[in-house]
Structure formats: C-alpha cells, structure tokens
C-alpha cells in the first residue's frame, strides 16, 4: 500500500473530486481512534490492551499510544517486532495461546515480553523451558502467565469458542501448575468478537469464578478480552458504559487477591471507526454493483460472514430513492461476492464512487493482493466517521456516552 500521510482531505468527497481514483482508497480518522481509546483509558474500570491483529498498522499504533494506550496485545512474533520497533516503552503481552518456543524466546529475551496466555500443560511447559536463562539453566522468575478459559460465544457475532481456552474440568489443575511457575497469575478468556449483549460478560466471568473456587489458588488479574461492539447497520449495540457497569460489578465479586487487576483486550472497539473506504463502481449489473474492492481486499467480512457494513454514495447527480445492491469485487472468483444488502441510490452507475464505512477493524488490514487487486492509497480525512459509538449521538444516546480529547 503507498501511504501519503501528509494528504488531509475533509472527507470522501473531496477525495475524489481531487483524485478521481482507480484503486480503492483508504481513508483514515486518526481523530476517531484517539477518541476510542480516550473512552477505554477514562471508562473501563481497569487497564485495556489494544489488540494489534485487529488492525497492524504502523500509524494507528503510535495514535492509540499518542492517546494514552500503553499495552498491546500481540498474538505472533511478527506482532511483537511490529510493535517493540515502533513503540519501545509498550508493554507487550503474547495472549495467543499456541506459540513456538523460538517465538516465545525471542519475546521473551529480544522483546522484553513477560506476559504470555496459555490453555493446556504443555504450552506452559513450552514457556518455562523457552524463558530459562541459556547459561544456567535457572528458570525465570518474571514470567506473567494467564490461562486461558473456554467461554461461550452465545451473545457474539462472530465464535472464537472452539479453538482456544481450557475447560472448567482442566482449569484448576492448569492453574495450580502455572501458579508454581510465576509470581503473577491471571485467568483470560474471549467472549467472541462483536458481542452484542453485556451479558455475554457475565456467563464468562462466572465460570472464571467456578475455576478459581475449585483450583483455589491467588489470582493477581482477570483479563475479559476483547468483544467489545461497533456499530455497524442492523447491529446497534447498548450503550459500552453498559458493558463495563456489569463486567466492574461481577469483577469485584469475584475471589482474588484485594490487588488484582483488572484487564481488557478490545481490537474492533478500538479501531473500528479508524477507516473507511472508496470504491469505484465499473459495472452496474441490476441490483449488483461490480466494484473495485472485495472479498481478497477489505471487505473479507462482507463476504465471508455477510457482513453489512455502512455505505454512501459520493455523487452529486443522483436523484433516485436508494434500493438494496450487492457487491461483487474486482477478482475473477465467484466467492468475491457481498451479498449486503447495500443501499444506494437508484440509479447509480458505472464510475460512481461509493464510501463503505466501518472498515477500520478486520477490513483496510485485510488486504491482500490476490489476482493483482491489492493496491490502495491511504488519506487522512478529518470529517466524522459514518457511525460511532463515542460521539454521543446513537439509537440509545447516554449523557456521558462521548469523551473529548485532551
Ligand atoms: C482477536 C482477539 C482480541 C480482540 O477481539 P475484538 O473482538 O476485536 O475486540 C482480543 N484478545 C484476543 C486473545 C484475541 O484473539
């Protein structure tokens, strides 16, 4: 991707009377992820971690760290370099539960990295031998461990509950081993990307709670992950200040060390409203639109899990009232398909432009440059993002559901 970060447009439509562009372009909201952030620093009732897979790129890292996000989620050693090399004072935690130990030594030696999850035995013996120190063989005595709980996925959009995460039954003995590794032992599990319900914190933290009262052992931090909503069309969540009343009340519940902390990981929260899109139109076909971006580019939801992410048409001209459109993007598969719907104007047409919203998480990291499409330019743009959740102006406005920055 070629990045012009000194271009600043006040938004999609003055990008394209500039540029006209052939390629996607991806505009990003520097302002909107700061936001986010602030929101997360000033409301959640403990640390977040910024999940770097939701979103890699090298500027929205130094915007959430400008903004006051000081810890990282990084899930493979590609992650860690990334971010150490750009952010020497992070903390960096490794919460990908299956790791090589050559990743793990290098985290752990190279990039200062102390937390690592982990949800079986043999992961945990992988990083007690991967840490101990070369010349003598002594294990470290620095490790972070946190052990990773199966949840359910019941209120999310998206399941991460069937690869990672140990049972109730194996649990406690994990976490007894562990606790004879480290001075500092957590418990963390994932509720599933885009939960739409508070409550999806609840079932979770509950079985946290089984696991603790049967291992019977200090825990010193809960981490509830990430799951965190957007907002996207037909998926408007409840007000966030809702999820972190319930996770602060059953968090404080809960029977761990007076001290324990308290963690979350939010990717899509964090960075959700980062970016947009604009996309050409190059065919009209009925109610399809063939554009230039798709299922290998930044639409890999809208594809894959029928996605419906926010759109807008960036022409003057049309008059028509919107109809519901799907996409099909620019390679020769047929599985590079957006079933949507999209609604648009009625008669928009071939060398229309469209902005598609929301593409911040999961969506302008995606990319990938299948069959020769991958290219985009990347624009700042100041205007406000086509949803959000921080701005005070949702279905379920709250009086404080908005911060400003400093
Ligand atoms: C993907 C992931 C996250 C971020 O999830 P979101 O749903 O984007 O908030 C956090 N923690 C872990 C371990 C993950 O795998």
């Not at 063989?137 to 999310?156: F, K, Q």
């Not at 508070?198 to 052992?217: G, K, L, M, N």
Request: proline residues 7%.
């Amino acid at each position: 991707m070629h990045i012009y970060p000194d271009d600043v447009f006040v938004d999609a439509r003055a990008v394209v009377r500039d540029l006209r562009p052939d390629e996607p372009v991806i505009l990003n909201r520097p302002h909107a992820a700061a936001r986010a952030a602030r929101f997360f620093i000033e409301k959640f009732p403990g640390k977040s971690l910024y999940a770097v897979k939701a979103n890699p790129s090298p500027d929205l890292l130094q915007v959430l760290w400008d903004a006051g996000i000081t810890h990282y989620d990084v899930a493979s050693i590609a992650e860690v370099r990334l971010a150490r090399g750009l952010l020497p004072a992070a903390v960096l935690c490794f919460m990908h539960p299956i790791k090589t130990p050559s990743a793990i030594r290098e985290a752990y030696f190279k990039h200062g990295v102390k937390t690592f999850s982990l949800d079986s035995a043999e992961e945990l013996h992988k990083i007690v031998e991967a840490c101990r120190n070369p010349e003598t063989g002594e294990p470290a005595r620095d490790l972070r461990l946190a052990v990773r709980l199966r949840v359910s996925s019941e209120y999310s959009e998206l399941s991460l509950a069937s690869k990672f995460g140990c049972d109730l039954t194996e649990a406690p003995a994990l976490l007894q081993e562990a606790r004879q590794h480290c001075d500092w032992l957590g418990i963390c599990f994932h509720v599933g990307s885009q939960a739409m319900s508070p409550f999806a914190f609840v079932q979770a933290i509950d079985r946290t709670r089984a696991a603790i009262a049967e291992a019977s052992v200090v825990i010193d931090m809960i981490d509830v992950g990430g799951g965190f909503p957007s907002a996207y069309p037909g998926l408007e969540p409840p007000p966030m200040e809702d999820y972190f009343a319930i996770i602060a009340r059953h968090f404080e519940a809960l029977p761990i060390a007076y001290n324990a902390e308290l963690w979350c990981e939010p990717g899509r929260a964090l960075c959700a409203e980062y970016s947009s899109m604009i996309v050409k139109v190059e065919k009209r076909r009925g109610e399809e639109l063939y554009i230039n971006d798709g299922a290998y580019g930044a639409l890999y939801d809208a594809a894959h899990v029928d996605w419906r992410f926010p759109v807008a048409a960036l022409e003057d001209d049309l008059r028509d009232p919107v109809m519901d459109f799907a996409f099909y993007g620019p390679t020769c598969d047929d599985a590079d398909y957006m079933q949507g719907p999209f609604a648009l104007p009625g008669d928009i047409q071939a060398g229309d432009y469209i902005e598609i919203g929301m593409l911040g998480a999961y969506g302008a990291a995606m990319k990938t440059g299948f069959n020769g499409f991958g290219n985009a330019e990347q624009v700042v743009v100041t205007d406000e993002p086509m949803m959000s959740l921080y701005r005070g102006d949702r279905v379920r406005p709250e009086i404080d559901n908005v911060v400003n920055l400093r």
